[in-house]
């Protein structure tokens, strides 16, 4: 697999996994990646059809964009932990019953 193959699929699996639904991160981050991975996709498909490459470049600037901001906002600010739920024991789910 070439590395414009993977682009599309490395950007846009990590950026659905922090949905903006999640907030694990600022909002604009998995955006960047879900835009972006179908961009360099298209990229790649108008390049076999003939589409000289200088004239696709400015599809992987979304790209560019998420993997430093991601980068940039993980090392300084890390996941938001308020973003992720404790883990419950399955006994502390249930209802507790009492014989009547």
């Given at each position: 697999?070439?590395?414009?193959?993977?682009?599309?699929?490395?950007?846009?699996q990590?950026?659905?996994?922090m949905?903006?639904?999640?907030?694990?991160?600022?909002?604009?981050i998995?955006?960047?990646?879900?835009?972006?991975?179908?961009?360099?996709?298209?990229?790649?498909?108008?390049?076999?059809?003939?589409?000289?490459?200088?004239?696709?470049?400015?599809?992987?600037?979304?790209?560019?964009?998420?993997?430093?901001?991601?980068?940039?906002?993980l090392?300084?600010?890390?996941?938001?932990p308020?973003?992720v739920?404790?883990?419950?024991?399955?006994?502390?789910?249930?209802p507790?019953?009492?014989?009547?």
């Amino acid at each position: 697999m070439t590395p414009t193959a993977a682009i599309p699929s490395t950007a846009t699996q990590p950026a659905s996994a922090m949905s903006p639904q999640r907030k694990l991160v600022a909002r604009f981050i998995p955006v960047l990646g879900l835009i972006g991975g179908p961009l360099v996709f298209a990229a790649n498909v108008a390049g076999m059809f003939g589409v000289p490459r200088h004239d696709l470049g400015v599809c992987v600037v979304p790209v560019f964009a998420w993997e430093v901001c991601l980068a940039i906002f993980l090392i300084t600010k890390g996941y938001r932990p308020t973003a992720v739920t404790p883990i419950v024991p399955s006994d502390e789910r249930q209802p507790q019953l009492t014989p009547a």
